[in-house]
């Protein structure tokens, strides 16, 4: 059963970019996309952004001049870096697996994010 | 961006209950939708994905109906582990857009 598991600072200044790595473990890494989901605290989820194991990513408009993501297959580990941090940024960050999952007897396939992290909190404070 | 919006944001009900929780895109999705259940503390866990298909392991009182812009998900007897919160989720286009939630209560 693949687990994710979630790792960076807790603290971080305003001002400053936040790190956090994604460790895949009891499976591989290759043929799925990974995405990346915060919670800001009280609050819903937000999509952050994805990367296909071969390095091809794509962001969210909103966070998209602050954020990039990336793999390293030989680690099975995907990281999130989120620059120029602010208050508004402190939230429950996951990582996912985004899969293509069939539907009976259609032969069609559709994603769903199938398995999560437990999440890592990030407060963003000086 | 694909808005999604869903109704009710917080809903009552008693053990035993039938429930159903609305989700809308802001243009046609086809079946291009999911739902998450939240606990408290913890990540959210697919239970539908293609608008009606049940994932492995959740329990066949969960059922979603919908296609286009309109989703609903129906819990046909509600059980007390149920009680939490629901996310609908298009996964036609990036950016993957969620719903803002709606919260399960006793």
């Known amino acids: 059963q693949v687990q994710l598991q979630e790792s960076g600072p807790g603290l971080v200044k305003p001002s400053e970019t936040l790190s956090l790595t994604c460790t895949v473990s009891?499976?591989?890494?290759?043929?799925?996309?990974w995405s990346w989901i915060r919670q800001p605290p009280g609050k819903g989820l937000e999509w952050i952004g994805n990367i296909y194991y071969s390095g091809s990513t794509t962001y969210s408009p909103s966070l998209k001049s602050r954020v990039i993501i990336s793999v390293d297959t030989s680690k099975n580990q995907l990281s999130l870096k989120l620059s120029s941090v602010t208050a508004a940024d402190t939230a429950v960050y996951y990582c996912?697996?985004?899969?293509?999952?069939?539907?009976?007897?259609?032969?069609?396939?559709?994603?769903?994010?199938?398995?999560w992290g437990q999440g890592t909190t990030v407060t963003v404070s000086s | 961006d694909i808005q999604m919006t869903q109704s009710p944001s917080s809903l009552s009900a008693s053990v035993g209950d039938r429930v159903t929780i609305t989700c809308r895109a802001s243009q046609s999705i086809s079946s291009y939708l999911n739902w998450y259940q939240q606990k408290p503390g913890k990540a959210p866990n697919l239970l539908i994905y293609a608008a009606s298909s049940l994932q492995s392991g959740v329990p066949s009182r969960f059922s979603g109906s919908g296609s286009g812009t309109d989703f609903t998900l129906t819990i046909s007897s509600l059980q007390p582990e149920d009680f939490a919160t629901y996310y609908c989720q298009q996964s036609y286009s990036t950016p993957r857009t969620f719903g803002q939630g709606t919260k399960l209560e006793i």
């Open positions: 009891s499976g591989s890494i290759s043929s799925y996309y």
């Open positions: 996912a697996r985004d899969t293509l999952l069939i539907v009976a007897h259609s032969g069609y396939y559709y994603y769903g994010m199938d398995v």
